[in-house]
């Protein structure tokens, strides 16, 4: 079973620029959350996307977008890049709600590094 | 909104010994307690969870406790070994939210 890929793993961006991230889910997983993470600010909750609806998001600014597709895959994009955007952005994929408990595993990307210069 | 914090922030234990790490949540809704484990460069991994219906869970060296009334939980890991040494994440979730709080993580060092 092939697990949650992203795409790209790195990519260098200049202020003001904007940037497209994808995530593909586990085969099977309905639900992709996006998370942030900073040597400083640890992993942060950016969005979830279940079915295609935007269930939560964090508290980040709405230069912060993303979408899910109908097969799942879920994109996020960061406009006018800003230097504290900085940060490895992992995606995490799981079944979904309504699954007994409801605690569902979730199961990371390795992320895509992106730097802003 | 739920707020999780970590302690220590660093850790060095010697090889062999244990390794315990703190967690205490704020939101006494949340019902699910993952930890994660990241090695440099890699993805976090699941390590152990645990539901708030069960005080305990182990798995092999390691461990998870639970104390829903101070809304604590901790991670133990027994007889430590050099592969132990990454950074730890705990987390918490509301039931039916599938949102992640995060701990600000551990470093945890193993020495030889």
């Known amino acids: 079973k092939a697990g949650v890929t992203q795409t790209p793993r790195y990519l260098i961006k200049t202020r003001g620029q904007q940037v497209t991230l994808s995530c593909s889910p586990i085969?099977?997983?309905?639900?992709v959350s996006w998370y942030q993470q900073t040597p400083g600010q640890g992993l942060q909750f950016l969005f979830e996307?279940?079915?295609?609806?935007?269930?939560n998001k964090g508290n980040f600014p709405g230069r912060f977008s993303g979408r899910q597709f109908s097969n799942s895959r879920s994109e996020m994009n960061v406009s006018t890049l800003e230097l504290g955007d900085s940060a490895l952005y992992l995606c995490?994929?799981?079944?979904?709600?309504?699954?007994?408990?409801?605690?569902?595993?979730?199961?990371f990307g390795a992320g895509s590094r992106l730097t802003v210069l | 909104g739920e707020n999780v914090e970590q302690h220590p922030s660093t850790l060095s234990v010697q090889e062999g010994d244990s390794a315990v790490i703190k967690c205490t949540y704020s939101?006494?809704?949340?019902?699910?307690f993952p930890w994660y484990k990241q090695e440099l460069g890699k993805r976090p991994q699941l390590i152990i969870d645990?539901?708030?219906?069960?005080g305990e869970k182990k798995d092999q060296r390691i461990a998870v406790t639970l104390n829903k009334t101070a809304k604590h939980f901790s991670l133990h890991i027994t007889e430590t070994q050099p592969e132990d040494s990454a950074v730890y994440f705990c987390a918490a979730r509301i039931f039916g939210n599938e949102k992640l709080t995060f701990g600000t993580g551990t470093r945890l060092t193993i020495i030889p």
């Open positions: 996307y279940f079915s295609e609806t935007q269930r």
């Open positions: 995490a994929s799981s079944l979904g709600p309504g699954t007994g408990f409801g605690a569902n595993v979730l199961t």
């Open positions: 939101d006494s809704a949340s019902n699910y």
């Open positions: 645990i539901r708030s219906n069960v």
């Open positions: 085969s099977g997983h309905r639900s």
